[in-house]
Every structure is written in C-alpha cells, then in structure tokens.
C-alpha cells in the first residue's frame, strides 16, 4: 500500500512511536494494568484541556460525541444557539435537529469570524421574544465551532463565551481540530462541554472522541435522565457507569490499542509542553503561508482569524486546485484537501497536525508547489 504525506486536515500522520504502540497486544479494558493507563490518560488529557471537569473518552469520531453532547444537555423541542459560517457548523445544526432541537443559526461569511457582539444582538431579539410570547421555545444553550475547519477560521471563543454566560447559556464546543492546536484552556474560559478527537491536533490515528463536561452540564443532563434518548450516545450512562462501577468507569468495552497509541502520543506532547506544542503549528503555517504568497497565492482567511493548524488558500484561475491536488499527489506523494461543498474549486486546504508541523513536510509542499507552477509556465 502507497504511503503519502498526509497534508489534510485529519487524518494525520502519526509518529513511529505512537504507531507501534497501536500494534500492541490486545488487553481487556479492565482490570488493574489497565485502570492504571487509562487513568494516566485522563490525567494527562486534563492537562491538555486545562480542566478539573470530567473527561471521557467515547470509542467513535467527534461527531458521535457531538451528537452526544447535543442529545444528552437538551431535550427535544428546546432551542440552542449555533453561530454558522462553515461545513463543520452547518454539521452541528445538522446534529442538534436530529436530536429533536430548534435550532436559533446566526450566520456569518465563510472565511469570516463569529462576531460576538451580532450573537448579542441575536440572543437579546431572542429573550425580548420569549418574554412577549409565553409558548416560545426557550434558548438553553449555545453550541460552536472553535476552529471552522472548512475554513480555516479560528472564532474568538472568549469573547463568545462571554456573550453566552451574560444569558447564563452553557456552552458547548466543538474543539475537533482546535485542541491541542492552540491555547484552549477550558476551566479558565468557562466551557461546559468541550469535544475533540484522538486523531487530529493530538496526532494520534482515529478511533476515540474525548469530551469534558462541566458540574453544570453534569446537571442538565440528569435533568434529562428520561428523555427517551437512545443508551450509547446518552451521557447519562456514561454518568451511571463513572458512579457505580470503578473498575469500569464507562459502560462499554474500550479500543486499548487506539489509548494506548493515545498515551504515547499525550507523553510526547506534555513532555514538549503544550506551548511548544502550539508553536509547531504557528511556525508550520507561517512557513507555508509564506512561501505560498512568494509563488503568488492568496490566503482565504485573514491573518488575524487564520488558525495555524490548516492553511486555506484561494485558488488561482491558471491552478486548478483539483490538478495541484493530484499532481502533488503523484509526483510528490503529498495529500492536501480541497475546499468543501460551496468552497468546491474555491479554496484548497494545506494540514499542519501530526507530522505535518514538522520542516520536512512544510518544505516538501512547497517545493512540490514550486514544481508544479515551473512545470506549467506559470514561473
Ligand atoms: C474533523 C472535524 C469534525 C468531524 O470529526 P469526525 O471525527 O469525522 O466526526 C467535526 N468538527 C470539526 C471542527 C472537525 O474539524
């Protein structure tokens, strides 16, 4: 089977370490050895978070634990808040109808920040309504992507955190491709849930979502206890399982491989440190950044939101982005991503998680870019 430079955003090329650690022989998800690695993986998570919240870790990609974040907080009918400005938070709504929600969207330009002070406008319109009129449903949470990876826009989840706790609203964020990427630091912003994945900024190969929750999350979803939500994706059980059974703090069998890869993963990183962590990917995309404009492209997002974990770039008329993908790809053994739905043939979208951060894989891109444009005439 071909390897190739993964250059996208997620899945990403893991370390050798990290690798070898999935090929470990297999354990039971119980037990003392095993109690011993989880609980160094969640204490270690917690450090990436920045949290005392709970942290699970729920086999499945981000957006089952969404799904459960969204379902487990808020019962059918009830209406959440969700700033919409990409394919990952059009998914979100998606995710929270599903579940029976209204949903209040307030739009945004893709390519575009989430601006705090429009949410403003938009939840106040929505209270003054709710008071005039007594059979409204009545907003009871804000959901948010952090970092719009379709994008590449990085939201101002401070100041949005700020807008939502002035409406007393828990905030639930979809941090798939944001933690571990940049500073994200969940107690000291206030964030009730907060979701990512294995497979992404934490370089590590797919398989486990990890969502925090917060005492007050913790509430609403024992409020909902009898909802008539389906069993896996109800945190409920999740909460029953941590209570009742220490020796199998959730309630289904865990993927030990993809943990332990996991805790290989979280060692290397802590042991970097999460500053330096971050700074990998601010010196990948600024080299990529870079070196894209000397050849003559132009970013899709402006400095100042442009998240250093993906580079989205706008297409050049004389470069199709589908024969810069395949050309890379051929020639360079390099994988990027185009641009999704609408941004179809308008953007194309450069990865820096995993082994992307890395010099060799920045360089190779764009030398791979260079050969392209000489190839074609274009300089
Ligand atoms: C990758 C991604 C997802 C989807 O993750 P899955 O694991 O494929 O479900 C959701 N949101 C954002 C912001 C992402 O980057």
Not at 92 to 114: E, S, T
Not at 300 to 315: G, H
Request: with cysteine; charged share 20%; proline share 7%.
């Amino acid at each position: 089977m071909k390897h190739y430079k993964l250059m996208i955003p997620g899945p990403v090329d893991v370390e050798d370490e990290v690798l070898a650690a999935m090929s470990s022989a297999s354990m039971p998800h119980y037990g003392a050895d095993w109690l011993e690695i989880y609980h160094d993986v969640i204490a270690m998570l917690k450090q990436v978070f920045q949290t005392e919240n709970d942290v699970l870790l729920m086999p499945g990609p981000g957006s089952a634990a969404l799904d459960a974040a969204l379902g487990s907080l808020l019962a059918p009918g009830e209406l959440v808040c969700i700033p919409v400005s990409g394919f990952f938070s059009r998914r979100l709504v998606k995710i929270a109808n599903a579940n029976g929600l209204h949903v209040l969207p307030v739009d945004f330009a893709q390519g575009q920040p989430v601006e705090p002070e429009t949410l403003r406008q938009r939840m106040a319109e929505q209270r003054e309504m709710e008071r005039r009129s007594g059979n409204q449903p009545r907003l009871r949470a804000l959901a948010m992507v952090h970092h719009e990876t379709s994008t590449g826009v990085l939201n101002p989840l401070p100041e949005i955190v700020a807008v939502a706790r002035e409406f007393d609203l828990p905030i639930i964020v979809d941090a798939v491709s944001s933690m571990g990427g940049v500073p994200l630091p969940v107690d000291e912003w206030g964030i009730d849930v907060c979701v990512t994945v294995a497979n992404k900024c934490l370089a590590t190969p797919p398989g486990v979502a990890i969502l925090s929750v917060s005492p007050r999350a913790w509430e609403m979803i024992a409020a909902q206890e009898n909802s008539g939500r389906g069993w896996y994706l109800n945190l409920s059980t999740w909460r029953y399982y941590m209570d009742n059974w220490a020796w199998h703090p959730y309630p289904i069998t865990l993927p030990t491989n993809n943990i332990i890869a996991l805790q290989v993963s979280l060692k290397r990183i802590l042991a970097e440190g999460l500053e330096a962590h971050y700074a990998s990917y601010v010196r990948a995309s600024s080299l990529v950044r870079q070196g894209l404009r000397d050849m003559g492209f132009e970013m899709f997002v402006a400095d100042e939101w442009a998240c250093p974990v993906v580079s989205a770039v706008r297409a050049r008329p004389d470069v199709p982005t589908g024969e810069l993908h395949d050309f890379l790809r051929d020639e360079h053994g390099i994988l990027i991503a185009g641009g999704l739905e609408d941004l179809h043939g308008i953007i194309f979208r450069v990865g820096h998680m995993g082994k992307a951060a890395s010099q060799e894989y920045s360089l190779a891109f764009l030398q791979g870019v260079e050969d392209f444009l000489r190839r074609r005439g274009l300089i």
